[in-house]
């Protein structure tokens, strides 16, 4: 982790020295080429995985996609790249990517020494551990000596870390790569337990040969926000990725779908007419068409009907919505006012 952070400083420091660098802002940069650059996991059920084809699917997927909708109008202007938990923070600083929609929690440290930015949640985890039920294990209390397998570069190494040292708890790290690796060391008895974000296991866990071998365990030990980052100083193109993301929340909030925002234009609601751009300039406040947000929107539609078809009632995994439900239905999803 500290070698990440120690690369992508040196990075951000080296793009800083010149004033010329952020002279002209991501979203023209993108503009000009004609396609979005996504960082993407290379296969995380639910968030982005291929098909045959090389079609990709998920939460984090459509979120780039609804992006590219309202930069260009179109959501298939946008290129996948899969990034690993190494080199996802610097593929920002050095321009491989536009924006990264991998996975990746928020923190201090990120957003104040990686020369990248936050924009906004796009969901809300935290990270668990996961057993064998053969083993018995109803409690993270009860891996007290036990082999863990995690990954390097990402916040589990730390939380695992601190979760056990503070409660007097010992416990032996097995470092893999990724988590592919990760669940092959575990379904090899090579570590007792497994951890990732909440999320991550229960995909995992799906492409097991037994899913219902495996459980997680209750505790969450961490809070982890989950969102897009983009490079430092391009404040603009922020602005575009965490305005489209909030315009898919603020959409479900008004009962907006992708079947029925085309009768929405109609709307005399001053909040929908705001956001689908049939009153006033929102868009060309972003450097938008004013129907950035109806083309997001048309494209992928809102966050809960992205939720349930990548994770929610609609897909294998069933997740149920907890914390990523509207605030107004007990959960923390809340945009900003259009106004």
Same mark, same amino acid.
């Given at each position: ?15 800083? *020295? ?7 802002? #991501? ?49 298939? #202007? !946008? ?26 929690? $928020? ?11 936050? *924009? ?15 083993? &018995? ?34 416990? #032996? ?41 495996? !459980? ?52 005399? #609601? ?6 689908? &751009? *049939? ?7 972003? &450097? ?30 069933? $997740? ?20």
């Amino acid at each position: 982790m500290k070698k990440l952070i120690a690369t992508a400083i040196i990075g951000a420091g080296v793009l800083s *020295t010149s004033a010329s660098v952020y002279a002209a802002d #991501k979203l023209e940069e993108v503009k000009a080429r004609g396609v979005m650059k996504c960082g993407i996991h290379p296969g995380k059920a639910g968030f982005s995985t291929p098909d045959t084809k090389g079609n990709w699917t998920g939460l984090d997927v459509e979120l780039c996609k609804a992006v590219a909708a309202a930069v260009f109008g179109d959501a298939s #202007k !946008v290129e996948f790249i899969t990034m690993n938990s190494r080199n996802r923070l610097t593929a920002l600083v050095t321009d491989e990517i536009d924006m990264l929609a991998r996975s990746t929690t $928020f923190t201090a440290t990120r957003d104040g020494l990686n020369g990248v930015d936050v *924009t906004t949640p796009w969901f809300y985890d935290g990270q668990a551990l996961m057993v064998k039920k053969e083993l &018995g294990v109803n409690s993270i209390e009860e891996l007290d000596g036990a082999t863990i397998c995690t990954y390097p570069g990402t916040t589990s190494e730390k939380n695992i870390n601190d979760y056990f040292e503070s409660r007097g708890l010992s416990y #032996k790290a097995l470092i893999v790569e990724g988590s592919a690796e990760s669940t092959a060391a575990y379904l090899a008895n090579r570590c007792d337990a497994v951890t990732n974000d909440a999320s991550a296991l229960a995909a995992d866990r799906q492409g097991m040969p037994d899913p219902s071998a495996n !459980v997680i365990l209750p505790e969450r030990i961490s809070k982890e926000p989950l969102g897009a980052y983009v490079k430092q100083g391009n404040d603009e193109w922020r602005q575009v990725v965490t305005w489209t993301a909030m315009a898919l929340i603020e959409a479900e909030e008004q009962g907006i779908t992708q079947d029925n925002v085309d009768e929405k234009l109609n709307s005399t #609601k001053p909040d929908v007419m705001r956001l689908l &751009g *049939t009153e006033g300039s929102l868009g060309k406040n972003f &450097g938008l068409d004013d129907k950035w947000a109806y083309n997001a929107i048309k494209a992928v539609g809102n966050y809960g009907e992205i939720f349930d078809r990548n994770l929610g009632k609609d897909s294998s995994l069933k $997740f149920d919505r907890g914390l990523n439900n509207l605030y107004t239905k007990g959960g923390l999803l809340y945009a900003y006012p259009f106004r």
